[in-house]
């Protein structure tokens, strides 16, 4: 089931007895699945009607909670929320999947999950029986709107232009975009047009907009901008592991040389996005095309050649500082 026919049916009342709610994107999940109770279950009731687990139940208890009827309501609600189904023991395992199919009509099931096994029976069970419903990040038109709709909602207007810098810039994922909106939309106060300025003050950038912005910086040879952005990713090593900053470097340089084979061999942006990735925005595919034309075919294969032997170096131990890699991957974009 997508989100649309989810919303739609959430609307006209016709609930499935059983949800089963997956993916990436946790603010979608906790949206819907809040909907579904809060339309289902009447407060003065939902001390009845309403149970909430996040620890696995025993068979005996997950069986008597399912069976029992509701109290003064069509249904009863029981959400299992991030129980990891995976590391549960068998024994709870196997009478879920059992209750999920015998499941009476009284009771609606919502079942939230991250990642999933689709060889397991609970999978199997929830797509016979149920509602399947993957939870996953807006693709660029429909975060588009999102974002407009919610600055609307607090009086704010904001333009395609500063949109679109949301959307490539910021993390990516809702908690972080409605923070940012929340915020600017209380910092702007009275002010109705949402600026560049109050972005920059609140946006938390992805990662991945930082590697283009480093990137950037090393393809144009800005050495000191190049070393800046990097001795703040330094500051907070937390979240900024060199691991996996490296890692990333690495793959930004394999998608550059991928968009720079695919153009030379006059290969659609579509096709390019492909090879990226299936989940590339057309944005990106852009980016990396632009940015791209400032290295020679010749460059960019030593510098994915480069990236292997130091990600397997790594790997291996030869060398035991990440930073050193970085910085020498530094000097590769720089030689002549």
């Not at 139940?57 to 990891?84: D, F």
């Not at 999102?146 to 809702?174: A, G, V, W, Y």
């Not at 972080?176 to 909106?181: G, K």
């Not at 940015?291 to 130091?310: D, H, I, M, R, Y």
Request: aromatic share 10%; charged share 25%.
């Amino acid at each position: 089931m997508d989100i649309r026919a989810l919303n739609q049916a959430i609307s006209q009342k016709q609930f499935s007895n059983l949800y089963f709610f997956y993916g990436e994107e946790d603010y979608l999940k906790e949206f819907y699945i809040n909907r579904i109770i809060h339309t289902v279950v009447d407060d003065a009731f939902s001390c009845f009607n309403y149970f909430h687990y996040q620890e696995a139940l025993s068979p005996e208890e997950l069986h008597n909670t399912l069976s029992q009827p509701p109290v003064m309501a069509e249904y009863k609600v029981i959400y299992l929320n991030q129980l990891e189904l995976s590391a549960c023991d068998n024994a709870f395992r196997d009478t879920l999947s059992e209750e999920m199919q015998k499941l009476p009509e009284f009771v609606i099931l919502i079942i939230r999950e991250t990642a999933i096994d689709k060889r397991s029976k609970i999978w199997t069970t929830a797509q016979k029986k149920g509602e399947t419903v993957e939870c996953k990040y807006p693709a660029p038109q429909d975060l588009r709107a999102f974002i407009t709709r919610e600055f609307s909602k607090r009086e704010k207007k904001i333009s395609p232009l500063l949109i679109d810098k949301i959307i490539e810039e910021n993390e990516p994922n809702l908690h972080s975009v409605m923070r940012l909106v929340e915020t600017v939309s209380a910092y702007l106060q009275d002010q109705t047009e949402v600026t560049a300025q109050s972005l920059d003050r609140f946006m938390q950038r992805s990662m991945d907009a930082v590697v283009f912005h480093l990137s950037d910086a090393l393809v144009n040879r800005k050495k000191e901008e190049a070393y800046d952005l990097l001795n703040k990713l330094m500051l907070n090593q937390t979240k900024n592991p060199p691991q996996l900053l490296f890692s990333l470097l690495s793959r930004h340089i394999s998608g550059l040389y991928l968009a720079t084979a695919g153009q030379n061999e006059k290969i659609p942006n579509e096709d390019i996005r492909k090879m990226l990735g299936k989940n590339i925005p057309d944005f990106v595919v852009r980016k990396y095309i632009s940015q791209a034309k400032g290295l020679s075919p010749s460059k960019l294969e030593a510098l994915v050649q480069f990236c292997a032997e130091t990600d397997y170096k790594l790997k291996t131990g030869q060398i035991s500082d990440p930073y050193l890699g970085i910085y020498t991957l530094f000097l590769k974009f720089w030689e002549a």
